[in-house]
């Protein structure tokens, strides 16, 4: 049996086009590789579309506590990339709500405008030293991780900190 090679997209349904197209362009940097009044079609890079938007003008507002897809998650290259992300979404009045260390990520969670949950990260571990930590007590002791202050971490990062300081998690909150 073969597993899949990548995640190729996510389609989401919206009764509110023109601000989430909107949003989820700005939030990714992205364009339109093909979009209408009932679809937009957004990349980033090389794929033909990331996000797939869907215009469905009468559809109900989701309760908060319905069954579903929690968040999903974009990775950044480099913490530089991460953190310059952090600081253009802020720049533009949308924050993130939760700024986490997982251990074997940093990250920031963002809504958009329909309320999907999205995370930003940056692997602050290679994928064998995050899956002996992910095996490891202090994971084990709390496998959300430990909230962080992003300011305070870019200007640590800013003033020369390291990379491996700025992300450690036995020191981070």
């Known amino acids: 049996m073969s597993s899949p090679v990548k995640l190729a997209h996510i389609v989401l349904k919206t009764s509110q086009f023109t601000e989430m ?3 989820w362009k700005e939030f990714l940097e992205g364009e339109a590789r093909h979009e209408n009044d009932f679809i937009s079609f957004i990349s980033y890079d090389d794929e033909h579309h990331r996000i797939a938007i869907v215009n469905f003008p009468n559809l ?3 309760a908060a506590n319905a069954r579903g897809l929690e968040h999903f998650a974009f990775t950044y ?9 952090y600081e253009r979404m802020k720049a533009k009045g949308c924050a993130p709500y939760w700024m986490i260390n997982h251990g074997m990520t940093l990250s920031a969670y963002y809504r958009d405008p329909d309320g999907n949950q999205v ?8 994928m064998d030293e995050a899956d002996a930590f992910m095996a490891g007590p202090l994971f084990a002791a709390n496998p959300i991780g430990v909230n962080v202050d992003f300011d305070d971490l870019v200007s640590r990062y800013r003033k020369g900190e390291s990379v491996v300081s700025v992300t450690d998690y036995a020191t981070a909150g």
């Open 77 to 85: 290259d480099t913490l530089d990339d991460l953190f310059a992300q």
């Open 21 to 23: 197209v909107s949003w």
């Open 60 to 62: 109900e507002e989701r």
């Open 119 to 126: 995370e930003t990260q940056f692997d602050a571990m290679t």
